[in-house]
């Protein structure tokens, strides 16, 4: 930096880049009241440079002036909207935060609007699926099918292998408790109701919330924010009954089948713990397996799983349709499908324990 | 099809804004006529797209009349609503063509709706389509697959599949070479000579919109400035109008940062 005289602040530099600029600014910082600022060494400016000096008019105003500055440099300047960036208040570059009240106001209000389309969506469904067939109304099937294969079918290996390992995990940790009443066999009963009634539904409702809910909020989001939602409704396609009621309609439909098939299959798994592992005979495994089941229970296991698809599939439906922004958007609308439909799942089966209690079933 | 010269769209006093107090529209009346192309120009943020998706019955005006195709898009219910846009086409910025479909089930997929049409008649409609917009041997290709230019001629082909009365565009040549961009208005210009459809195109490339229009709508800050053919635009005097049109910065601005140079550096 060149040794300045009163006032005068001279630029130490051939060029005015970022970091000449840097230095101006916190010369003229120490210098109260008005200032010179000699730019006549500099022969060539970055448009960082330029926008210091346009920092400089921000914060003195009229107290600093220029010198020496080239013709290329006013140039430059003139060809900005330079009063407009000089008076703005704020140039607007981060994200305003909200006030805490509009913030949670607007979260209300689109809790609610949320909710209204949620069961404006179940409805749908309802529709679709009871009277539809009747009006001859025609469905999707090939896109249902589709949608099944992808939520059902290709869920079955993982959802049969966390099935046989909880059917594992239920079967030691109960033939360890039973054995000190020397009613190991009964591990048997616990393995078979614990799991059609209660694990297979839930585990297996956690695992599609986690596999299909989130890709559902998450095609559904990116088709929206892509325009491909608004290109529907423009061909005179219904959204709804095109993209999502297949989507829910599987979703529905393959869950009671998944969780059959994991109660099977985490029966099977606790069974050959206890048989070849806790060494209880086959037939008695067997025999306790058939006397503590009932249809009862299959049914009112499927009966929760059905509710549960359909509850998962809204959930990533509602999200994916009420996105807003772009990637942001869909990612937070898929994370939160999934957290939402787990508290749903989990409130909808205390509901259902309480029912099935009090009903003594 | 109506008579030429009738109205089509007809907007009087819309206005529109997304939930908050900032008006995106405001007051604004336009008439565009059965088989002219009209363009709605203006800076970015100005509210034509927002307009374009008011006319296509997306968005719902707060206040105001707008008919289109004789329908008041504001008392569109869902059956009449479906009805009403398979009348209309439109192509979005990005073309909006659905990924997970090839390019001929994209366009096939309005025709499929009507379960009348034989699925070889919707083949045959999709490749003289395609090869309207000079689209040819691209039907089994995913959209994803395509350039950016390729992509908005499958989706002008995709607007075109239903012979729609009117003819929506929102930034149909955004993104593309200066050749690229020429070329799809000679595609919109060769459409138009052949089908008579009614257009109304929303850009902010003024080579395109001289070229295209026959009237031209300049928007800015949500208000109409001015309205007429390309040569009225060009002369017109508003100098807001100047500023976006000639692209030149307004005499309000330009004295502020004159000024501001004439004060402070010697």
New interface residues.
Partial sequence: MEQPRDGVVGIGRDRLDLEAALELDREVAARPGPVVVDLARATSFTGAGAAALIHL?RERG?E??????SEDL?RY????????I?AADCLGCGIEEEPLLATAGGGFFELVAAARYFVALGLELAYWTVLAPFRGV?LRFGKLVTELNRIGVDAIPIVGLIAALMGVILALNSAGQLRAYGAEKYTANLVGIALTRELAPVITAILVAGRSGSAIAAEIAT?NV???V?????????PRAFLLVPKLLAITLAMPVLVVLSSLVGIAGGFVVAVFGLHIPFEVYWEQTIRALHVQDLVLGSAKALVFGALIGLTGCTLGMRVKGGATGVGRVTTTAVVTSYVLVILANTFFTLVFFMAGW | MGRAGEPVVEVAGLRFSYGDDRLVLDDVDLEVRRGEIVTIMGPSGCGKTTLLRVLVGLELPDGGSVRVLGQEVGDLDEDTADRFRRRVGMCFQFGALLNSLTVGDNLALPLREDARLPEDLVSVIVRSRLAQVGLQGVEAKLPNELSGGMKKRAGLARALVLDPELLFFDEPTSGLDPVTAAGLDRTILDVRRRTATTMVVVTHDLPSAFTISDRIVVLIAGRIRAIGAPKEIEACDDPAVVEFVRRRASAAASDGGEAIIARQFD
């Fill in positions: 008019l009229t600093v002036r220029f010198r020496g500055a006013k300047l003139r060809e900005l909207p330079l009063s407009e000089v025609k088709m892509s325009d491909e608004d290109a529907l409704r423009v061909m005179g396609i219904n």
